[in-house]
Nanobody, 118 residues
Framework: QVRLLESGGGLVQAGGSLRLSCAASGTIFSSNVMVGWYRQAPGKQRELVASITSGGIRSMADSVKGRFTISRDNAKNMLYLQMNNLKPEDTAIYYC???????????WGQGTQVTVSS
């Protein structure tokens, strides 16, 4: 059974930093097609924030480029999202996601709330 468990969310003032972590069990991040972070703000659709492919190619949403960094620790089977210079518009629930190759399945964590006050 695949489980993803996020941690590290919280309340922070604008300009502050948070580091999100995602621990995986039942799957190996480095073997999957992609691992990444999504977020969903109230009344908005879930959007991709950052991702890493199995080949190590990183992709970042334009809105977070230069402020967020995604990383993967293969030895620990962990995924991280370092978020710096946070803005109120970054407020959302952040979800860890991984996509397996065969079969092609999306797995999601339960989400962690990030709230940025102005």
């Amino acid at each position: 059974q695949v489980r993803l468990l996020e941690s590290g969310g919280g309340l922070v003032q604008a300009g502050g930093s948070l580091r999100l972590s995602c621990a995986a069990s039942g799957t190996i991040f480095s073997s999957n097609v992609m691992v990444g972070w999504y977020r969903q703000a109230p009344g908005k659709q879930r959007e991709l924030v950052a991702s890493i492919t199995s080949g190590g190619i990183r992709s970042m949403a334009d809105s977070v480029k230069g402020r967020f960094t995604i990383s993967r620790d293969n030895a620990k089977n962990m995924l991280y999202l370092q978020m710096n210079n946070l803005k109120p518009e970054d407020t959302a629930i952040y979800y860890c996601n991984t996509k397996t190759s065969i079969p092609r399945i999306d797995y999601w964590g339960q989400g962690t709330q990030v709230t940025v006050s102005s």
